[in-house]
């Protein structure tokens, strides 16, 4: 039976971005933490500019389906998208954080994309056929 090594790189030889994830090792989650993240599907329903926000955002409310329902949260998304071009989406939230205060308004749940610091974060989208409130592993 063959023997599995594990393959350490040398991470002194590391550049950015790599830097983020070396940075990340050090705070890995176990497997039974990353089991209590609830991430589901949703589709966006509503969105309105956040003017109180310290940087430029939007109020955005997500339909999760049947089982979850409609949550707000608050997204600095201005960057890459009006407020027309989130309506529909099926996006990915993280729904079981507990609500956060963000100036006025109480977020109710994170909604995932991919930093880009030229262009604005993107939203992770799914494709519209996937039921709301599906989950994400």
Do not use: C
């Amino acid at each position: 039976r063959p023997t599995l090594r594990r393959h350490t790189p040398n991470l002194q030889n590391l550049r950015p971005p790599f830097s983020t994830y070396i940075w990340f090792m050090d705070t890995a989650l176990t497997w039974t933490e990353f089991e209590k993240t609830k991430m589901r599907v949703g589709r966006v329903v509503e969105v309105k500019p956040f003017p109180e926000a310290h940087n430029p955002a939007y109020i955005i409310r997500v339909d999760f389906g049947s089982h979850i329902g409609i949550k707000k949260t608050s997204a600095q998304l201005t960057e890459r998208y009006a407020p027309e071009a989130l309506i529909g989406k099926h996006i990915i939230g993280v729904v079981n954080f507990a609500p956060k205060q963000i100036g006025p308004i109480l977020s109710e749940f994170l909604i995932l994309g991919a930093l880009n610091g030229n262009l604005g974060t993107a939203v992770l989208e799914v494709p519209t056929d996937v039921p709301l409130g599906s989950p994400v592993s």
